[in-house]
């Protein structure tokens, strides 16, 4: 069994996957989609109907919904730096009791590492044009955009009555669970897993990993077969064999 926390709608048939958000409430009962598309919008209705695989609506501040030593393998993608710091550990400690021993974890992050050099590279290629300015600031943007914003993804730059009453249901980005909160790089990433437990903890890629059969989980892989968030730092670790 895999596990596939914090979904979306980005699920496979190879997993159970497990999120608290309209898209898995409406993929586990379709029939309201054609009654709700006006309000959320089509593009959003079609990720819906293109959602696979069983569906968990849960909400991960309560835990994760399965028993001690019950998974084979734990995933979740671009999860970690929307918790809060000093509850990172905990989030972490759950993943490890629900692995079997010997399961494996696999985690994807924004990697700040890469963030980081795209910054200093905007820094040493300015050649004083507003140009060179505007990559600088998008370099900054990326590291710090998404924990500031005010307005969610889905809406920003749209109005209407739509908008607004989306707002009015959902609230902003902070109450919908859309910032980040802190920012993960290899090493700091390596302590806090070091710290629940894990052992051989290592970097991968997006297509190769060590959970049987990953590859046809389709969860790093976008519609044109390229890689599906470019940004992101893979990691891998195991729950030891004997605990």
Known sequence: MIINLGCGPKTSELCVNVDWSIYII?????????????????DRAERVRAMRGTAICHDLRKGIPFPDNSGDA??????????????VLGFQKEIFRVLKPGGIQRLAVPDLE????AYNASLTTDDGTREAS???????????????????QGVRGNRGLRTRLENFVLG???????????MWDRLNLRAVL????????????WNSSDIEGWER?????????SEYK??????????????
């Open 194 to 205: 070091m710290d629940a437990g894990f052992v051989d903890i290592k970097v991968c890629s």
């Open 114 to 117: 890469r963030y980081v050099a």
């Open 134 to 152: 505007l990559r600088h600031d998008r370099a900054v943007s990326s590291i710090f955009e998404q924990s500031v914003r005010r307005a969610s």
């Open 74 to 87: 734990v995933y979740h993608s671009h999860i970690m730096e929307h918790i809060d710091r000093d509850g």
């Open 217 to 225: 989980s389709g969860l790093e892989v976008a519609s044109d077969g």
């Open 172 to 182: 902003d980005a902070r109450a919908r669970g859309e910032t980040h909160q802190w």
């Open 26 to 42: 409406l993929h586990r009962h379709r029939w309201l989609l054609p009654l709700v598309t006006p309000l959320i919008r089509r």
């Open 230 to 243: 470019a940004e992101s730092l893979y990691l891998e670790c195991r729950k030891p064999a004997q605990v």
